[in-house]
C-alpha cells in the first residue's frame, strides 16, 4: 500500500493535466502517502460497490434512523467549495431518496451513519460486517501488487466517473465495469469518497475520490483525512464482511 516516488510523481501529472495547474503539487496533497510499503490483511469480502440510497432507505425504514440531511447553515459552517444548490438533488422528502438516485451511492451522511448501518446489516444477516481499514480498502481496490488504478497502472478517464466528464454528480453504481479492480470491485476511483474506519484525531480517512475531483485525486493510494461529523455530497461508503 501507499506509493513509491514514481507513483506520486504519476499522480502530479495527472492531476496538473486534469486542473489545468499545478495548485495540488504545491500544496504537498499526494506526499503523505510514502512509502510504499506491504501490509498484510486477514481474510474478508467486501461490497462490489458503494452502498446505494435505496439499500440505505431500507435501513432508514427499518430502524427509523435519520435520513440523509444536512442544513443550509450546517453546510455553510463546513466552508466547502459546493454551495447548497449542489445539496438540493441529494436531499430525501420524507424518509425517501431522490427518484432519479436510487441506484446512486448513498451521500450526505457521516461516519457515525454508516457504522450504524453497519451494525444493523450485521445483525440481520449474523455476519461481523464493519466498515473496510483503509489498509483492506486499499488491497481491494489495487490487488496485492499496488496498482496505480484499479484496472491497472494507466490513467483512463473513461473508466470512472470523475470531473474529467462534466461534473454532474453521482452516477448508478457500477456504470464502469471497465473500471474494475482484479478482484471485481466497482466504483474504487471516482463516484464518491468511501469513509474508512481509520481515525485520528476526529478526522476519518476516506479513499477513492469523487465525481468531483480529477484523475490523480481519484487513484486508491491517496490519503485524505475528513472530519467524522462531515455529511457531504462527495462521501458515501462500502462495507466488509470480517469473515470471522
Not at 46 to 56: F, G, H, K, L, S
Not at 186 to 191: E, P, R, T, V
Not at 212 to 240: E, M, N, T, W, Y
Amino acid at each position: 500500500m501507499g506509493s513509491s516516488a514514481e507513483q506520486i510523481e504519476a499522480g502530479y501529472q495527472i492531476s496538473q493535466k486534469g486542473y489545468g495547474h499545478d495548485g495540488v503539487r504545491q500544496a504537498h496533497w499526494f506526499d503523505n502517502e510514502a512509502p510504499q510499503r506491504t501490509a498484510h490483511t486477514q481474510a474478508f469480502k467486501i461490497m462490489q460497490t458503494p452502498v446505494t440510497q435505496a439499500e440505505y432507505a431500507i435501513f432508514v425504514k427499518e430502524t427509523g434512523h435519520r435520513a440523509p440531511f444536512v442544513s443550509p447553515k450546517q453546510w455553510q459552517a463546513y466552508h466547502l467549495a459546493h454551495p447548497y444548490s449542489h445539496v438540493r438533488p441529494y436531499l430525501w422528502e420524507h424518509d425517501t431518496p431522490p427518484k432519479d438516485k436510487l441506484e446512486h451511492p448513498v451521500v450526505l451522511i457521516n461516519m457515525d451513519d454508516a457504522q450504524r448501518y453497519a451494525a444493523w446489516l450485521s445483525e440481520k444477516t449474523g455476519r461481523n460486517i464493519r466498515l473496510p481499514s483503509e489498509k483492506q480498502w486499499e488491497k481491494a481496490m489495487r490487488g496485492v501488487h499496488g496498482l496505480l488504478y484499479p484496472w491497472g497502472n494507466s490513467y483512463h478517464s473513461d473508466y470512472l466517473n470523475n470531473a474529467d466528464h462534466s461534473p454532474d454528480g453521482t452516477m448508478p453504481v457500477g456504470s464502469f465495469p471497465q473500471g474494475a479492480s482484479p478482484y471485481g470491485v466497482l466504483d474504487g476511483a471516482g463516484q464518491v469518497f468511501e469513509w474508512t474506519r481509520d481515525i485520528q484525531h476526529g478526522r476519518a480517512t476516506v479513499k477513492g475520490g469523487s465525481w468531483d475531483d480529477h484523475g490523480g485525486v481519484c487513484r486508491p493510494a491517496a490519503h485524505h483525512q475528513r472530519p467524522v461529523s462531515l455529511k457531504h455530497i462527495l462521501i458515501g461508503f462500502r462495507l466488509v464482511d470480517m469473515m470471522h
